[in-house]
């Protein structure tokens, strides 16, 4: 699945360093936030998600925040690994509208040995 | 780990020509959609489908397109007459169950050129 753009912001991150993505999501309304990581040749692959009754969600390795407030929402990758080299999309839903999902532009994370 | 899987993974047509993307989804899922992504550009929503009809439909899904679910495990695109711009990759994708709507599951994608 190719998600190469000539202008996907990229992200270098050291091996063992912590990552941080940061999307800006456009619909104040969307309740409903998704991150989602695609490598090369893949579809896109849930991550996390979180509903905006939340600030905060927490899985394995990875912290998704979300700041309504200013219609942000930020992935964090603890210990960043070979492995998470991927391209990495926020997506937004409003559930009640149904289930369609908003994809951003995308985030290109290199991770160096 | 079940997944969504997709056929074929490449395919080359012409101008004006009808294609079928195909799709077999998760089998216990309810809800089946399909997302395009032409190269550079953003994953854009096309068509959501639930109990045997379209729930909703992106300004894209025009009548040159169509789903279809022929039987309990296949989800089908149709793309009528192809246009240069169609050239993208096509994911489907599913979710959900009796208990609710869930995540979505993305396939692997198949890459449509039209020359």
């Known amino acids: 699945g190719e998600s190469v753009g000539l202008h996907l912001p990229t992200l270098s991150v050291q091996e063992g360093d912590n990552s941080i993505i940061n999307c800006a999501y456009s619909?104040?309304?969307?309740?409903?936030f998704i991150w989602y990581k695609q490598e090369s040749g893949k579809g896109p692959q849930f991550i996390i998600d979180?509903?905006?009754?939340?600030d905060k969600r927490q899985g394995q390795r990875v912290t998704v925040l979300l700041n309504k407030t200013v219609k942000h929402l930020s992935l964090q990758i603890a210990a960043t690994q070979p492995g998470d080299s991927a391209v990495y999309f926020c997506?937004?839903?409003?559930?009640?509208?149904?289930?369609?999902?908003?994809f951003g532009g995308g985030t290109r994370v290199l991770v160096k040995p | 780990e079940p997944e969504v899987t997709q056929t074929p993974s490449h395919q080359v047509t012409q101008m004006g020509q009808e294609v079928i993307l195909r799709c077999v989804p998760i089998s216990n899922h309810l809800y089946f959609y399909w997302y395009r992504q032409i190269l550079g550009q953003k994953v854009e929503f096309l068509v959501s489908f639930y109990n045997n009809e379209i729930s909703e439909k992106s300004e894209i899904f025009d009548d040159q397109f169509s789903v279809e679910r022929p039987d309990g495990s296949n989800f089908t695109l149709k793309i009528r007459s192809t246009k240069l711009e169609d050239s993208a990759m096509y994911f489907c994708?599913?979710?959900?169950?009796?208990?609710?709507?869930?995540?979505?599951?993305f396939g692997p994608g198949t890459r449509l050129t039209v020359t």
């Open positions: 619909n104040s309304a969307s309740d409903y």
């Open positions: 994708a599913s979710s959900g169950d009796s208990l609710g709507v869930g995540e979505q599951y």
């Open positions: 979180i509903r905006s009754n939340m």
């Open positions: 997506a937004e839903n409003i559930k009640a509208a149904g289930n369609k999902l908003t």
